[in-house]
């Protein structure tokens, strides 16, 4: 069904060449016969955008795409492997053999992409590194682990040390569930089911909440977060965020813990510059985790 918004002309016509457009498209993309699709136009959608807003403008000149499979929208399911470096700081201990004072030294950590820690005088006993995010990263992408220390003395002179690497050991840790019943150790959910300034589930959104529901155990921390898009008065969107949280955490089995929350849209989980962002910022995250 294709739809336009309130500064369009000729409005009829050009919601059904928009749907035409998309059918188009499906067709000789996807190989979907014409005769699985119904194709029309509306002058506005079913639930518009706010038209005071060049953005909410722009949503409603849209192609929205109804399908009777339900299976064709279940939820997209994600296994991720998080790397995780400990600890948090290394330290290295020098030692230092000189004829003349030290006036200066650096450690240079991770080759020439790396980092480097200096000071004046004479090296401390212990010398900290305190990773910092570029550092990690650095580490967790197979970068060079090597380090080498550089004084130079009083007179000018200079000396590097040999390379060394950090001894980095690779653990994986692996949850099993034992049970057929027992929930994973942890789980993370976004439900993308509600209308723009709505915080009714919808009745996908409750099938989805049912998926969400055998996750949880009476021993489970839950989590729902709700999040809006950046179209609006600030206050007005974190209590709907609020609110689209407190609608989904209503359908869950109770737990051990349950944090309801609404973000502002400096946590919007989606980029809102395009239309697309601000539709999936409509949403409801469930972060699910189960004692081992």
Known sequence: TGTTS????DREALAKSRA??????????????????TVRGRVAPLVPTSSSTDEGLAENRRVEIAITDDALLAPVQQRTVEPVLEPNTIDF??????????????????????????GEGEPPAMITWNLTQDGREHLLAGGSAEYRLSVSDAGGEA???????????????VTVSTSATRPDN???FLLITFEFDQARLTARGRRELETI???????????????????????????LARQRAERVAEQLPKASSVVVRGADKSEAPYSNDAPEGRFLSRTVRVVISNPL
């Open 20 to 37: 035409e457009d998309v059918a188009d498209y499906l067709e000789k993309a996807w190989s979907v016969p014409r005769s699985r699709m």
């Open 186 to 188: 942890a789980a993370e």
């Open 213 to 239: 529901a055998r996750r949880i155990g009476p021993s489970s921390t839950v989590t729902v977060t709700g999040y809006t898009d950046r179209i609006g008065e600030a206050e007005h969107n974190l209590t």
């Open 93 to 118: 201990v020098p030692t230092v053999k000189a004829n003349r004072p030290i006036a200066k030294w650096s450690l240079e950590i991770g080759g020439k992409d790396g980092e480097m820690v200096k």
């Open 6 to 9: 309130d500064d369009e002309s």
């Open 159 to 173: 000396r590097t040390s040999d390379a060394h690497r950090i001894p980095l050991q690779l653990d994986t840790t």
